[in-house]
């Protein structure tokens, strides 16, 4: 008779012996596996970690709320990943400065890696040598271009024509489509300079609408970053974000091919052949290795991010400051007395006049410091083991700097709830020293690329803009200084100005 037994038995064996084996190598990976001495934090769901608490939420203040409970080192869980998230200035200090170099990574996410050209951006892309030379070139470009009176043309230009629209409305009107304008004409007035005089133009459709389009859909981030298996067929709001990118980087594509068509190294026309400029003398001087992995993506992915990052976070701190001139008409006629002395009413500024307006410059400063429209700022990564605030943080942790918790931070400002531009000024009336733990721009390695413009430029918009406007909120409009609540961003919600013309 056939023996079925001996038959199986060798098969049994080695069913048994694997098993043994993983069951060993399970126990042996717990033993040996490395401790670390991590931060508290909230609990989270299986999978989803704490996104079901933040959803819908304004991040940052969900994020400053927790941080009373865990501390000014905290962990969280992001879906499948973990995060630590940085909440009082000693920490991020040393995150960002003492410990810079291990800090200076990005997340690989999904969104942010396809959205980027594969990761071929500044403000995204994994550090290392590469990043090095991508961001020495866009910087080289950018003090290029900004030397002389490059800013002070492109921003005069744009108030005289945002400001000439606005006194054209009658009664009370939404003046965010023509911040939008004024910010958006700055920026393409610097990077191909082109400036656009409504707000039916083919740029301003572009460059804005586009723009304004793509926000709304990223506004909440992409399930696809939490949840790995949709990657596969990603949903309907992240493929409507990918076309809308591309049809602001088609459009950037055209500009640098008519660029490089037509660039001339004795006629720098804008910051684009600034760029394109910077690239030839570093092809000539730097690693040729490295150079050739600097594509024209790179350059593409250069101006994407000024432009993008330029336009939604200064029209947004810009309609802030109007809202905050509307709410404290005191305030107001403070800045008006100084601008009155230093700006002429055909709005011809100069970022010389900068040293000049610094109860101006205040208000801009207390208007970042309570209403940074990116709170969190983008998030770090650890290329390292690392620690901080006397936690481990293990190499490829995601790091979230919450710059509203260091804005709010009651040891280190006075009346913190209080709009007080005051603050930033010295006894003689002066800008002071920066505070410590004022950071809307970020610090370290990855300090915000766009801040040598943003500053000057929403500093002399608001200045001229007050030269020739009183402005008053219309009647019945809630006196509301909070936010939209938007899980990234930091917006106002909408409101309406009344405008009366002072010259």
Same mark, same amino acid.
């Given at each position: 008779?056939? @023996? ?45 970690? #704490? ?42 200090? /040393? ?33 290392? !040598? ?33 400001? *000439? ?21 700055? +920026? ?23 723009? @304004? ?13 939490? $949840? ?16 809308? #990118? ?40 730097? @690693? ?5 992995? $600097?594509? *024209? ?35 107001? #006629? ?10 002429? !009413? ?19 400063? /207390? ?32 790091? $979230?700097? *919450? ?27 002066? +800008? ?42 219309? !009647? ?13 961003? #930091? ?13």
């Amino acid at each position: 008779m056939f @023996d079925c037994s001996a038959q199986l038995r060798p098969q049994s064996v080695v069913t048994k012996a694997l098993l043994f084996g993983s069951v060993f190598g399970v126990i042996a990976y717990k033993i040996f596996k490395k401790r670390y001495n991590l931060p508290p934090g909230p609990k989270g769901w299986p999978l989803i970690g #704490n996104l079901l608490d933040i959803r819908g939420s304004q991040l940052s203040r969900k994020l400053r709320d927790w941080s009373k409970t865990y501390g000014p080192v905290m962990r969280i869980q992001l879906g499948t990943l973990p995060a630590i998230v940085l909440s009082r200035i000693d920490v991020v200090t /040393e995150a960002l400065i003492t410990r810079q170099a291990d800090f200076a990574g990005r997340p690989h996410t999904f969104a942010a890696y396809t959205l980027s050209g594969e990761g071929k951006d500044i403000a995204q892309a994994s550090y290392g !040598p590469r990043w090095k030379l991508h961001r020495k070139i866009a910087s080289k470009a950018l003090r290029h271009y900004l030397m002389g009176d490059n800013l002070s043309r492109k921003v005069s230009q744009s108030l005289k024509i945002t400001t *000439n629209l606005m006194r054209m409305e009658q009664g009370a009107f939404d003046p965010f489509p023509y911040l939008s304008l004024a910010i958006s004409n700055m +920026m393409t007035g610097m990077l191909f300079n082109k400036i656009s005089a409504d707000l039916n133009s083919e740029y301003y459709r572009t460059y804005v609408v586009t723009l @304004d389009a793509f926000m709304e859909e990223a506004g909440e981030g992409f399930l696809e970053d939490s $949840i790995p298996p949709l990657r596969l067929c990603p949903t309907p709001k992240f493929r409507r974000a990918v076309r809308l #990118n591309n049809k602001i980087l088609d459009g950037i594509r055209e500009e640098i091919a008519a660029h490089r068509n037509t660039f001339r190294k004795d006629e720098i026309r804008d910051f684009t052949d600034a760029l394109i400029q910077a690239q030839q003398e570093a092809e000539e001087r730097d @690693d040729s290795v490295l150079m050739s992995q $600097i594509a *024209n993506t790179h350059m593409v992915m250069t101006i994407f991010d000024l432009l993008a990052a330029g336009i939604d976070t200064s029209r947004n701190t810009l309609h802030w400051c109007l809202l905050a001139m509307a709410l404290h008409p005191d305030i107001q #006629n403070k800045v008006q007395e100084e601008v009155d002395s230093v700006i002429d !009413p055909d709005l011809n500024v100069h970022v010389s006049d900068r040293e000049n307006l610094p109860y101006t410059d205040a208000v801009v400063h /207390e208007v970042l410091r309570m209403r940074a429209v990116v709170p969190i700022g983008a998030p770090h990564s650890t290329l390292c083991d690392t620690t901080v605030g006397g936690y481990d943080v293990p190499k490829g942790t995601m790091v $979230i700097i *919450n710059h509203d918790a260091l804005h709010f931070d009651p040891d280190q400002w006075e009346d913190v709830d209080m709009f007080k531009p005051e603050r930033f000024l010295d006894s003689d009336g002066k +800008m002071g020293p920066k505070p410590e733990s004022w950071l809307p721009f970020s610090a370290g390695r990855r300090v915000c690329l766009g801040e040598t413009v943003a500053k000057p430029e929403i500093h002399l918009f608001l200045a001229g803009i007050l030269r020739v406007f009183t402005m008053s909120l219309a !009647p019945g409009t809630p006196t509301d200084f909070e936010p939209q609540s938007k899980m990234f961003a #930091n917006c106002p919600k909408k409101y309406k100005l009344v405008m009366k013309w002072r010259v």
